[in-house]
């Protein structure tokens, strides 16, 4: 059993040395953990642009963590803001709605300001890494993604087995990773690449 663990905390639980980078990505979610952390590696001089990316869950009416802020993106920029990260070093995508969405949707954003992403820090939450570093990996296959990993609702590579709530979200998120991928590979096995703006027409 202890193996088997192993396995699938290895594949959920991502983390990567902290290198310089373009930009950091922030994922939307209503962890506030997440663009706390991503102001810690802002002062700390590990890229220059922060970009959060969400509007709300796709099927929820709104973004409810606090009825001040409409999106997510409005929610994270206040944090970062009042963490000493300044406005015009934040970007601005509050249009996604799911992960995919936010990683198809950053690119469209550093496409339009004319970044050419090599290397990005993405700031996401320990158990949702693998699946949000393959969604950034897809929309951005020239660039080298690192994952900086944030513990949110008391679930790290250690303790996740040992609830039930760990158990459910760890494992659902190995499910994703290969029911939300299938269209993906399909299209590329098939040959038929989009643009960004194609698929986003289409979702």
Same mark, same amino acid.
């Given at each position: 059993?202890?193996?088997?663990l192993? #396995?699938?905390t290895?594949? #959920?639980?991502l983390?990567?040395?902290?290198?310089?980078?373009?930009? #950091?990505?922030?994922?939307? =979610?209503?962890e506030?953990?997440?663009?706390i952390q991503?102001a !810690?590696?802002w002062?700390?001089?590990y890229?220059?642009i922060?970009?959060? =990316?969400?509007k709300?869950?796709?099927?929820s009416e709104?973004f409810?963590k606090?009825?001040?802020?409409e999106t997510?993106?409005?929610?994270?920029s206040?944090i970062?803001?009042?963490?000493?990260?300044?406005k015009?070093r934040?970007?601005k995508?509050?249009q996604?709605?799911?992960?995919?969405?936010n990683?198809?949707?950053?690119r469209?954003v550093t496409?339009? !300001?004319?970044?050419?992403?090599k290397k990005a820090?993405?700031?996401?939450?320990?158990?949702?890494?693998?699946?949000?570093?393959?969604?950034?990996?897809?929309?951005?296959?020239?660039a080298?993604i690192?994952v900086?990993?944030?513990?949110? !609702?008391?679930?790290?590579?250690d303790n996740?087995?040992?609830s039930?709530?760990?158990?459910?979200?760890?494992l659902?998120?190995i499910?994703h990773c290969?029911t939300?991928?299938?269209?993906?590979?399909?299209?590329?096995k098939?040959?038929c690449?989009?643009?960004v703006e194609? #698929?986003?027409?289409?979702?």
């Open positions: 059993m202890n193996k088997i192993e #396995i699938y290895d594949f #959920i639980f983390e990567d040395p902290m290198e310089p980078a373009d930009l #950091i990505f922030v994922p939307g =979610s209503e506030e953990a997440l663009p991503a !810690k590696l002062h700390q001089g890229a220059p922060v970009l959060p =990316s969400g709300y869950a796709k099927y709104g409810s606090d009825p001040a802020f997510e993106w409005a929610y994270f206040d970062l803001q009042r963490h000493q990260v300044p015009e934040i970007w995508e509050d996604a709605t799911f992960t995919y969405e990683a198809l949707r950053s469209q496409d339009q !300001k004319g970044l050419q992403v820090i993405l700031c996401c939450q320990a158990y949702h890494a693998r699946r949000a570093s393959l969604y950034y990996q897809v929309c951005f296959p020239e080298k690192l900086c990993p944030v513990e949110t !609702k008391g679930i790290n590579r996740w087995h040992q039930a709530r760990g158990i459910k979200l760890v659902a998120e499910t290969g939300q991928f299938e269209e993906i590979l399909t299209e590329i098939e040959g690449p989009h643009t194609e #698929i986003l027409k289409d979702l």
